[in-house]
């Protein structure tokens, strides 16, 4: 049974940082590119950052890329999101997601390439 438990979200200023968790408590594939999305209040979700198992592959967002570094340590089953220099238009709800293809080394950015979500954990940033 696939979990997976984000963490780490909360409110904070402009220019500040957070870090979020995304713990997979099935422990159920250490090989499935982890990604992360988020969603805007009257937005549609949308890609942040996903990477491949081996930790190989990593792809961002323009609009996070060079602020967002995403991680994981697989013996802990689970993935981590880094968040810097933070701005108001980050402010959204952020999901981490597993893909649906164990082994596969590149980064999906579409959604319905992933099979599992967690529940999503609330990031608000105040200018």
């Known amino acids: 049974q696939v979990q997976l438990v984000e963490s780490g979200g909360g409110l904070v200023q402009a220019g500040g940082s957070l870090s979020l968790s995304c713990a997979d408590s099935g422990r159920t594939c250490s090989r499935c590119v982890m990604g992360w999305f988020r969603q805007a209040p009257g937005k549609d979700r949308e890609f942040v950052g996903g990477?491949?198992?081996?930790?190989?592959?990593?792809k961002y967002s323009d609009s996070v890329k060079g602020r967002f570094t995403t991680s994981r340590d697989n013996a802990k089953s689970t993935v981590y999101l880094q968040m810097n220099s933070l701005k108001p238009e980050d402010t959204a709800i952020y999901y981490c997601a597993q893909d649906r293809v164990p082994g596969r080394l590149g980064v999906p950015i579409a959604e319905d390439e992933y099979e599992y979500w967690g529940q999503g954990t609330q990031v608000t940033v105040s200018s």
């Open positions: 990477i491949n198992w081996t930790g190989s592959r990593l």
